[in-house]
């Protein structure tokens, strides 16, 4: 994996460590885990990272529990949190949706799109009780769909991320031989 692309980005150990909000933290942000670039610790980040971004709420959030998750699982902590930005608004309604028709599947009930939010009459409580209604018909399975399609875009992403890094390592001993062979013109 481009080692070298991504460190222009993360900060080094000397920076981190002198940090003195880290530093408060420092038994926790020790492990050489939450720094290193290498490949079990940022497919573990993006995992983690993957898992956060679906929790309901705003970017703090997601951003401390990503970070939670990168420390109890000891791996790369800046990938973890930095991952956590592909639930956006643009990208926030499709993946709930997908949550819920994830919901609907797990949950063996009929698969039909969102239920219409049908007010009849003009009165609050009306409005009110449409609103329950239609809150606790969506509710479930997106109670259920969310944390599955979390489950299952961290699995992914840290296959993916293993597969790639074994790609590219396999590549790049592949070349080796090539790259070291003397030119012809000289």
């Known amino acids: 994996?481009?080692?070298?692309?991504?460190?222009?980005?993360l900060p080094s150990h000397a920076t981190i460590h002198a940090n003195r909000h880290v530093a408060r933290f420092g038994r926790w942000l020790g492990h050489h885990n939450?720094?290193?670039?290498?490949?079990?610790?940022v497919?573990?980040?993006?995992?983690?990272?993957?898992?956060a971004g679906l929790i309901p709420g705003s970017n703090p959030v997601q951003f401390s529990a990503a970070a939670l998750l990168a420390i109890g699982f000891r791996v790369?902590?800046?990938?973890?949190?930095?991952v956590t930005l592909y639930s956006n608004p643009f990208t926030i309604v499709p993946l709930y949706l997908l949550a819920f028709k994830l919901g609907q599947l797990a949950l063996l009930s009929p698969d039909g799109g969102l239920p219409e939010f049908d007010?009849?009459?003009?009165?609050?409580?009306?409005w009110l009780s449409a609103a329950?209604?239609?809150?606790?018909?969506v509710g479930k399975p997106l109670l259920v769909g969310i944390p599955l399609l979390a489950l299952l875009l961290s699995v992914a992403g840290y296959a993916l991320v293993r597969l790639v890094w074994r790609c590219h390592v396999v590549y790049s001993w592949r070349r080796r031989p090539h790259a070291r062979r003397p030119s012809k013109h000289t």
């Open 1 to 9: 994996m481009p080692r070298k692309f991504l460190r222009k980005f």
């Open 34 to 41: 939450l720094w290193h670039l290498h490949r079990r610790s």
């Open 43 to 51: 497919a573990g980040g993006v995992a983690a990272g993957m898992f």
């Open 76 to 82: 790369n902590l800046p990938i973890a949190v930095l």
């Open 119 to 126: 007010v009849t009459g003009d009165s609050m409580a009306t």
């Open 132 to 137: 329950i209604a239609w809150m606790t018909t």
